[in-house]
């Protein structure tokens, strides 16, 4: 009785915690189908790069679209991403406006988060009625425990160089589902 006691325990161990999870492409747009305004959670298999892309749509709040992202290879996602791309875009009519400073300060139900300086792309757009408008992306590396975090807040401010905004209920609802689509 003593020795089959700690054999059933190795038994157990390996059977149960030895198996990793994994979830596939459909797997995660089946469950992405389950959320309110789920036309807005995009997840896409390219067969040419063997990635898949998991992310959102753009959502609107004054001057910015904000949206999250990450990817993994192939078809199935064996382990859960290290963290997330929080994405922000906008759109001015001259200026650079985060060219010398893109620092990205979030207060998640009033705690502080620095997620540090964007990795910038600009360039021009067109704008609603034929003119030109400066165009600036801003990605941040975005963790899993700040992605969780924000996944339960009641409230998100932020803060990019001098300009501020809040995170709308939609939005709130966006990082509470989109963390949940990061889960094994």
């Known amino acids: 009785m003593k020795t089959i006691i700690p054999l059933l325990l190795i038994l157990f161990c390996i059977s149960g915690f030895g198996q990793t999870s994994k979830r596939t492409v459909e797997a995660l747009q089946n469950q992405a189908k389950t959320f309110k ?12 790069k063997d990635i898949t892309i998991v992310q959102t749509e753009k ?7 904000v949206n999250v992202a990450f990817s993994f290879p192939g078809k199935e996602m064996s382990e859960r991403p290290e963290a997330v791309a929080l994405v922000y875009t906008a759109y001015g009519q001259r200026d650079w406006r985060y060219l010398k400073d893109s620092n990205l300060i979030l207060l998640i139900d009033n705690e502080r988060a620095d997620l540090g300086q964007g990795v910038r792309d600009s360039g021009f757009a067109s704008g609603m009625f034929g003119e030109t408008m400066t165009k600036e992306k801003l990605v941040y590396k975005l963790s ?7 996944s339960k807040a009641k409230s998100i401010e932020f803060q990019i160089a001098k300009d501020e905004g809040k995170f709308n209920s939609a939005m709130l609802e966006m990082c509470k589902n989109f963390y949940q689509l990061t889960l094994l």
């Open 37 to 48: 305004k789920s036309d807005k959670y995009q997840i896409t298999y390219d067969k040419f």
């Open 59 to 65: 959502y609107l709040i004054p001057y910015f679209g």
């Open 144 to 150: 899993l425990d700040t992605l969780e975090k924000m």
